[in-house]
């Protein structure tokens, strides 16, 4: 017994043909469409870049500020009682 998988003879085959999107388009819309597509990609890197240097400069400015605050304590202790 072989233990590949068999197609069924019997099962119904779908009344479509696989076509390609990009067979129908002309010329000009095939560059249209992989311009836009490439600016979109860009996009995509540079905001994601964008948010990477946000999330890094924003963990800086919360150390700054607690490095800010640690000083600021030594200098004027203040202690509360809850």
């Known amino acids: 017994m072989c233990s ?3 197609t069924n ?3 119904i085959k779908p009344d479509y043909k696989n ?3 990009m067979a129908e ?3 000009e819309q095939r ?3 992989t311009r836009v597509a490439n600016t979109a990609a860009e996009k995509r890197a540079r ?3 964008d ?3 946000r999330l890094a400069n924003s963990q800086k400015s919360t ?3 607690l490095l800010l605050d640690i000083v600021s304590w030594i200098k004027h202790p203040v202690f509360t009682i809850h």
Do not use: M
């Open 4 to 6: 590949s998988p068999k």
């Open 9 to 11: 003879q019997s099962a």
């Open 19 to 21: 076509y390609s999107l």
């Open 25 to 27: 388009l002309s010329s």
């Open 31 to 33: 560059q249209r469409f």
């Open 47 to 49: 905001l994601e870049a």
């Open 51 to 53: 948010k990477r240097k």
């Open 63 to 65: 150390r700054w500020q």
